[in-house]
């Protein structure tokens, strides 16, 4: 199986620099994705890690280190709708099937 | 404009009724997935299909059931055997066999009283 780590929840402020991290054990990796979930809404496609290193995307990049199962989630220049839950998903073994973490609650504050 | 949509946004059912979650897609996606989500939960796979006629269980498949008779359509039916029903429920599609992000529709609340 697989054992994604999260953290809960975070707040930062406005304008400000948040990283989110996700921690994960898995055998035989394949690539991990990040989504944002507004409350209530679908989530929605922010990034896609199979190789070590960052990947940038505007105020978003994602970081992946495969030797320590590790990734993170940049946000800068914070704003107040990018509050949301972010959700790290793994894929790994045989599936192309990704597992979710239960998501980080980002509370971004004036 | 593709996308994907579930219907409807809110359900309330009495214990004991099975219940349909519409899920429609014109991605032209090969897969696709129901999840269910709990407060301060992941989303939970509870079954999935890859190709039209075809579909297996994911981790919480018991007390559900689909179908996937058409390629753009997958409902699911909530029966009377799910101890725990209601949840906000999602319905997404990917590409091709393969590792391709998922859209997801705009979710169906479910209560169950």
């Known amino acids: 199986g697989q054992n994604i780590d999260q953290p809960t929840e975070m707040t930062a402020t406005e304008g400000a620099i948040v990283q989110i991290n996700c921690t994960y054990q898995t055998s035989g990796f394949n690539g991990l994705f990040w989504y944002q979930q507004h409350a209530g809404e679908a989530p929605t496609f922010l990034s896609y890690n199979v190789l070590d290193g960052l990947e940038e995307k505007g105020r978003f990049s994602s970081f992946l280190s495969r030797s320590k199962g590790y990734s993170y989630l940049l946000l800068k220049e914070l704003q107040m709708k990018d509050s949301a839950s972010y959700l790290c998903a793994v894929v790994s073994g045989g599936s192309y099937i990704p597992t979710f973490g239960r998501g980080t609650s980002l509370i971004v504050h004036p | 404009d593709g996308g994907i949509t579930q219907s409807p946004k809110y359900l309330f059912r009495k214990e004991g009724q099975n219940v349909t979650l519409s899920c429609e897609q014109n991605l032209n996606h090969d897969a696709m997935y129901w999840y269910r989500q709990d407060p301060g939960q992941g989303l939970r796979l509870i079954y999935y299909?890859?190709?039209?006629?075809?579909?297996q269980k994911g981790d919480i498949a018991e007390g559900y059931s689909v179908s996937r008779e058409k390629k753009e359509s997958f409902p699911l039916t909530v029966t009377s055997a799910q101890k725990n029903p209601t949840a906000f429920y999602l319905c997404a599609s990917s590409g091709d066999r393969g590792i391709y992000e998922q859209y997801f529709g705009p979710g169906t609340r479910l209560t169950v009283t």
């Open positions: 299909s890859q190709i039209v006629n075809d579909f």
